[in-house]
């Protein structure tokens, strides 16, 4: 299996316009998390959903911010309008029922930097 | 709610050396416990992990961790860093959403 996918692996853009980042689970894998890293609040988990269905988004920041989950095979999570702040690492990964025990497989990252 | 917290943000070892990271949790019940590392520029890879059974477990590039109840922690040990282990490390609970510490910074001193 190719691992988790994640694209782009960088993305510059000017402040006010909308990002689109994209993530392609494991195969078979039921749960998919996204998760941001910055210097000043660490590893943040925004939302996971289960059966391509949202299940906690109570970590997504601002009504800015949205995730979809189309399929089993792949996800977005969109930023419209973006702000400098949201400058950061993006990381999505995915699990299956009844593996939490083996630890979630993570993508390389997504790094935004809004200007 | 479970948690980790890594007291350590910077430890500074020589090659060679021996390493000790610290984590210690708070769960209720046995906690599924992680520990990745995270090379600059680079995505989360996991070292080791721990569930039940021994307390000692071991990991990838020559990493163990030993997980201690009574302390509430999972400190992970190499015996002899190498230069490539300058990396930030995470130790990290699971309880369906995978929580982690705030990450210690390991750099390697020649």
């Known amino acids: 299996d190719a691992g988790v996918i994640q694209s782009p692996r960088h993305e510059v853009t000017e402040m006010g316009q909308e990002v689109t980042l994209r993530c392609k689970p494991i195969?078979?894998?039921?749960?998919l998390f996204w998760y941001r890293q910055t210097m000043m609040r660490g590893l943040e988990l925004l939302i996971y959903?289960?059966?391509?269905?949202?299940?906690?988004d109570s970590g997504m920041p601002e009504d800015r911010f949205s995730a979809k989950m189309p399929n089993a095979s792949f996800s977005t999570l969109k930023i419209q309008p973006s702000e400098p702040r949201d400058s950061a690492v993006y990381f999505c990964?995915?699990?299956?029922?009844?593996?939490?025990?083996?630890?979630?497989?993570f993508g390389s990252g997504t790094r935004l930097t809004v200007v | 709610a479970q948690s980790v917290t890594q007291p350590d943000i910077h430890i500074t070892v020589s090659e060679g050396a021996s390493l000790e990271l610290r984590c210690n949790y708070s769960?209720?019940?046995?906690?599924?416990l992680f520990w990745y590392v995270q090379s600059p520029g680079q995505g989360l890879q996991l070292l080791l992990k721990?569930?039940?059974?021994?307390?000692l477990v071991q990991g990838i590039k020559g990493f163990e961790a030993e997980f201690k109840r009574s302390q509430s922690s999972f400190n992970l040990r190499k015996p002899s860093v190498h230069w490539s282990d300058a990396a930030e490390y995470f130790c990290?609970?699971?309880?369906?959403?995978?929580?982690f510490g705030a990450g210690t910074t390991v750099t390697v001193r020649a």
């Open positions: 990964a995915s699990i299956l029922t009844g593996e939490f025990y083996a630890g979630y497989t």
């Open positions: 195969s078979g894998h039921d749960y």
């Open positions: 959903f289960n059966n391509n269905v949202p299940i906690d």
């Open positions: 769960y209720g019940a046995t906690p599924y």
């Open positions: 721990y569930f039940s059974g021994d307390t």
């Open positions: 990290a609970v699971i309880d369906y959403k995978l929580s």
